[in-house]
């Protein structure tokens, strides 16, 4: 991780500010949605990307069923179902 040397102090309410420089390093805007993560004792905050149920991937989703599914998994799946179809 790369320290950035600035220092917040969290409010009554649980809130911390994020400064504009990061904001805008991050490309994070008003009302963009944020992810928080714990790993042991440290807290990691990302901007929320929707990712592929199936693998993670940004690239290429479409929303199904209010999931999200990638392209390649997409694939792979009919790939899958076409396989077990011409099996049958």
């Not at 790993?39 to 592929?52: F, H, W």
Request: one cysteine or more.
């Amino acid at each position: 991780m790369k320290a950035t040397g600035i220092v917040r102090k969290i409010d009554e309410l649980g809130r911390i500010v994020l400064p504009i420089e990061t904001r805008k390093i991050l490309n994070i805007n008003t009302k963009d949605p944020v992810e928080i993560y714990m790993d042991n004792d440290t807290i990691v905050l990302r901007k929320y990307e929707p990712a592929c149920v199936f693998c993670g991937s940004t690239d290429k989703t479409v929303r199904y069923n209010d999931k999200l599914i990638c392209k390649a998994c997409h694939d792979e799946i009919q790939e899958l179902f076409l396989k077990s179809e011409a099996e049958e």
